[in-house]
């Protein structure tokens, strides 16, 4: 019989992707010692080893949750290759500054600034905030094109944005819409990654399935809304 460990339930509903990573190398420990007998030092090492490699996930995956409403909260997940092509694709023509809400490890803010905007990537995960300003560092793109902040966007004035891209979780967009409704200029442009913001009129969008993305223009959702324009520069 193999014998195989697994985490604490309490930890398991923190994050399916994590679990499915451990599982696979729980299976591949019990390939490695194919037999009848129990190894209570390996196990407990893998154990040791797994809780630990979860501690460094859980670092990026919910990052100062203390800090922000539970009903605001909203885990780590990177953009693909696709889904930042497609938002791309939706900025296209457009120039000025540009805010991404929830950067992460700031591949979003990384290609806008490749396009020419002048880039803040909102970021309270203080580790992702330094990978991101290291990188930047790197590969040399100045602080005025890649701005990288550790900051809550919520109690953050974005009228200043002509451009907003926020790639998060549904429970939040229709909260984060009326937000942006009151601060942004009407020449502004938003981009929703995956999850739409659900009573905002649909105006155009790229690509199909997890990599969908979406594009709103700020008068526009206005007028269709009803909203009192907003006026601001």
């Not at 990978?131 to 005025?144: E, I, L, Q």
């Not at 929703?192 to 969908?212: E, I």
Request: charged share 15%; hydrophobic share 40%; with cysteine.
């Amino acid at each position: 019989m193999i014998c195989v460990c697994r985490l604490p339930s309490a930890q398991q509903t923190r994050g399916f992707a994590m679990e499915d990573s451990i599982e696979v190398i729980l299976q591949d420990h019990g390939r490695a010692f194919p037999t009848n007998r129990h190894h209570p030092v390996v196990s407990a090492c893998t154990g040791a080893l797994l809780t630990g490699l979860y501690g460094v996930w859980s670092l990026f995956a919910t990052p100062g949750f203390r800090k922000i409403p539970r009903s605001l909260k909203v885990p780590y997940l990177p953009s693909s290759k696709v889904q930042t092509l497609n938002t791309m694709k939706l900025l296209e023509g457009r120039t000025g500054r540009l805010a991404d809400l929830g950067s992460g490890d700031g591949r979003l803010v990384f290609a806008a600034s490749a396009a020419g905007f002048q880039c803040t990537g909102f970021e309270i995960n203080s580790i992702l905030v330094a990978y991101a300003r290291s990188k930047a560092c790197w590969t040399g793109v100045p602080s005025s094109q890649a701005n990288f902040v550790k900051k809550d966007f919520w109690k953050t004035d974005l009228s200043s944005y002509n451009n907003v891209i926020a790639f998060l979780a549904p429970g939040v967009m229709e909260v984060l819409g009326e937000k942006l409704l009151k601060e942004l200029s009407n020449d502004a442009r938003v981009i929703a990654c995956r999850f739409p913001y659900p009573n905002w009129p649909q105006q155009s969008s790229v690509g199909s399935g997890l990599d969908k993305t979406f594009a709103y223009d700020i008068s526009t959702v206005r007028s269709q809304l009803g909203n009192v324009p907003n006026t601001a520069a």
